[in-house]
């Protein structure tokens, strides 16, 4: 699986500099509230690090992802284009970055929706 060191520098490899300074944020922030509600704060920091790394591909790419892993994408396409990239995202994390617990990939692709 990758490591919250993995997954900084593979977004910013992969962000432009804005969405990348935000994911920091982002980052920091999950830490600070996992810490403050007894949650894993590794677990918080690679949902962050990873909940955008599909924000910035382009539509056709986004579609070659969810064509490409049908079964998890589900209906992903019947939903607004702007929360495509959290399905996008925790499948990337699952297929390409080895990320198995379901904690983390729900928190990424629910990142955009909520759930309860």
């Known amino acids: 699986m990758i490591t919250v060191e993995d997954a900084k520098r593979l977004a ?3 962000l432009s500099r804005r969405r990348y300074e935000h994911t920091c944020n982002v ?3 999950a830490v600070r509230l996992a810490e403050a509600h007894g949650a894993d704060a ?4 690679l949902a962050a690090l990873l909940h955008d790394i599909a924000k ?5 790419r986004l579609l070659q992802i969810f064509t ?3 079964i998890i994408a ?11 990239h ?6 990337l994390a699952e297929t390409e ?5 379901p904690e983390i990939l729900s928190a990424i692709r629910c990142h955009t929706t909520g759930r309860a």
Not at 42 to 45: P, R, S, Y
Not at 56 to 60: F, G, Q, S, V, Y
Not at 97 to 101: F, K, N
């Open 12 to 14: 910013k490899k992969n």
């Open 27 to 29: 980052r920091r922030l």
């Open 42 to 45: 590794d677990k918080a920091a």
């Open 56 to 60: 910035e591909l382009a539509r056709d």
């Open 68 to 70: 490409e892993n049908a």
């Open 74 to 84: 589900g209906d992903v396409t019947q939903r607004p284009f702007p929360v495509w």
């Open 86 to 91: 959290g399905v996008a995202a925790a499948i």
């Open 97 to 101: 970055y080895g990320v198995e617990d």
